[in-house]
């Protein structure tokens, strides 16, 4: 066995060459970086393969019809080779024609070979010997499974180079979650942002799976959305909020959720006033009032800044006050300076204002709503509809942009309880799963 190495600016020129060089049959000991791309150079991979010392061509002719008539069983010598991941190898044109298919490269295909696979339960049918064999058994599975993981890193090198110049360079490892982010809405500069520090921050040895990888970039991400933690109430504390939004994105029920969560869903239960501005849409009065009568707490509406101060002074025995107010679209600027009006009407009383947004909402969009929206002092998001979406990259990338604490979020419709208070570590698995779970709420 003789092994040769070959060099490239990346992984797929290079498994090119030794294939060109060495023929289809040559196998895979390593691939690897030996130089990251700079200004002045291109970056420069390595890979080494083995091939088999040169025999007589009648040797080779009688050997290959011999392999053709009677194929070569696995050895307990194979077996003992998966025990060094450094020595598992990887057959070239298999890892060529994989790295083909994902970047579109049309050429013959080779003749299909079996795929190994090793079923446990028909093996361990015919070993005999004991507790030995079976856990040899168990090695050559966890093996194979590090193996096949190696061979899903080398496909997913290929993601560099279909980048545009210029871009940056992806490390090979992360391309696979460098899709699911993108797919999930995430602005493209942040990921880059991301693959920077990356590559300025993580250990060379977390990238030997893609298990550590991923925990990695979770890590990351989780970095990405600061949360206001809900805190208890000391008195002489009160707290005022006031929910602004465009139509539809269901301030009104979020509000009746937040009610319902005070006043009865927490550990200590508050006394909670509600105060409606919206006053414009028919049945929106009503509907929040029969809220309110189901959860015997008590509501005012108002129309302008002045019956605003009394409905304020009304309820100030309460510990919360929660505000609903019009929605209006967020190019509307002659209904959100209404609400500006509602806002510089009092000095007494401190109002927090939560941005309510719904999560479907394409990341440009949202970049509107808060921008139009950002005079009235914004000083939380809320995000709902979390499960009417399969995206969840554009909450990433506006709470980066802003940088404005994510206080709740909402997963559905039902009163009191599809509201949870924002944990990034769940807004971390619903873009790495593509789906909200509901949960502990």
Not at 61 to 67: A, C, D, F, L, V
Not at 125 to 153: P, Q
Not at 154 to 183: C, D, H, L
Not at 303 to 327: C, K, N, S, W, Y
Request: with cysteine; net charge neutral; glycine share 4%.
């Amino acid at each position: 066995m003789k092994l040769m190495t070959f060099t490239a600016p990346t992984p797929a020129q290079a498994l090119k060459a030794a294939q060109q060089e060495c023929g289809e049959d040559a196998l895979v000991v390593s691939t690897k970086q030996i130089r990251k791309k700079s200004l002045t150079q291109p970056a420069l991979y390595e890979v080494v393969v083995a091939i088999e010392d040169t025999v007589p061509d009648n040797e080779v002719s009688s050997r290959k019809r011999r392999e053709k008539s009677h194929p070569r069983k696995k050895t307990t010598r194979d077996a003992r080779m998966l025990d060094d991941p450094e020595e598992v190898l990887v057959n070239i044109s298999e890892a060529a024609r994989q790295i083909s298919e994902i970047a579109n490269v049309s050429r013959p295909q080779p003749q299909s070979r079996p795929r190994v696979k090793v079923e446990v339960e028909e093996e361990h049918a015919s070993v005999s010997g004991g507790n030995k064999e079976i856990e040899e058994l168990k090695d050559i599975k966890s093996e194979l499974l590090k193996l096949a993981d190696k061979v899903k890193l080398i496909q997913n090198m290929v993601w560099e180079e279909k980048r545009p110049a210029g871009s940056g360079t992806i490390p090979p490892e992360f391309a696979e979650i460098y899709r699911i982010a993108k797919t999930s809405g995430m602005d493209s500069h942040h990921l880059d942002e991301i693959m920077r520090l990356t590559l300025e921050h993580m250990p060379l040895q977390m990238r030997a799976s893609s298990k550590t990888v991923r925990r990695y970039f979770q890590t990351l991400l989780r970095k990405m959305v600061p949360v206001r933690l809900e805190r208890e109430l000391i008195p002489p504390q009160k707290k005022v909020m006031m929910l602004v939004g465009p139509t539809g994105v269901g301030k009104t029920t979020t509000l009746a959720k937040l009610a319902a969560r005070y006043a009865y869903m927490m550990e200590k239960k508050y006394k909670v006033g509600i105060i409606t501005l919206d006053t414009y849409r028919i049945g929106a009065v009503e509907q929040l009032m029969q809220y309110a009568k189901m959860m015997r707490i008590g509501i005012e509406a108002v129309v302008d800044p002045p019956e605003f101060i009394t409905a304020l002074q009304t309820l100030q025995h309460m510990d919360i006050i929660l505000i609903d107010t019009v929605g209006s679209s967020q190019y509307d600027k002659e209904k959100i300076d209404k609400l500006q009006q509602f806002l510089s009407s009092h000095t007494d009383v401190g109002i927090d204002v939560n941005l309510v947004m719904g999560a479907p909402t394409k990341l440009e969009d949202l970049r509107t709503i808060y921008r139009n929206f950002s005079p009235l002092g914004i000083d939380t998001l809320i995000f709902t509809k979390l499960d009417e979406t399969r995206g969840f990259g554009n909450i990433f990338s506006l709470v980066y942009e802003t940088e404005k604490p994510v206080s709740y979020l909402s997963i559905g419709q039902e009163v009191p309880d599809d509201l949870m208070c924002a944990d990034s570590d769940y807004l971390v698995q619903c873009l790495m799963e593509g789906e909200a779970k509901r949960g502990d709420k």
